[in-house]
């Protein structure tokens, strides 16, 4: 972590310029968290929270990627052991469908796997949020 509160860990292209992903320290982060926009020098740049949620894209479960993934191929429309391509079956979310099937919970299931208004992806980011040292 450098003296002004911040360390860069990288950047890449995006559709309205480049982005860059830092890490600050809590004391920076309270500082800015509640800012849309940072000046910089004389650039005035966008400002927002990034959490990498990890999904495998193989069994589209959380937390791993699809190079460590020890599970079946699964379609992320319907949720079975084939793949995606061409799938006419219902829509289901195989990880609410998980989640209720365990845990007696009343997810809605009519989603596809890797929908970001899914409920586990949002438990997932809540997750990510409670490791997170924010300095309160």
């Not at 309270?30 to 000046?39: A, G, P, V």
């Not at 990498?52 to 479960?61: L, N």
Request: hydrophobic share 25%; with cysteine; aromatic share 12%.
């Amino acid at each position: 972590m450098t003296s002004e509160g911040f360390e860069v860990f990288t950047s890449f292209q995006g559709k309205q310029g480049k982005n860059w992903i830092i890490q600050l320290n809590p004391d920076a982060y309270q500082r800015i968290k509640d800012r849309d926009r940072l000046n910089i020098g004389w650039t005035r740049l966008k400002f927002k929270e990034y959490l990498r949620v990890m999904q495998c894209y193989k069994c589209y479960r959380y937390g791993h990627i699809r190079e460590r993934c020890r599970n079946d191929e699964s379609c992320v429309r319907c949720g079975e052991g084939h793949r995606s391509t061409n799938c006419e079956k219902d829509i289901k979310c195989r990880n609410c469908g998980f989640h209720n099937s365990i845990f007696a919970t009343k997810f809605k299931t009519d989603h596809v796997a890797n929908d970001i208004n899914c409920k586990i992806r949002s438990k997932e980011i809540e997750f990510l949020q409670s490791q997170i040292d924010y300095g309160q």
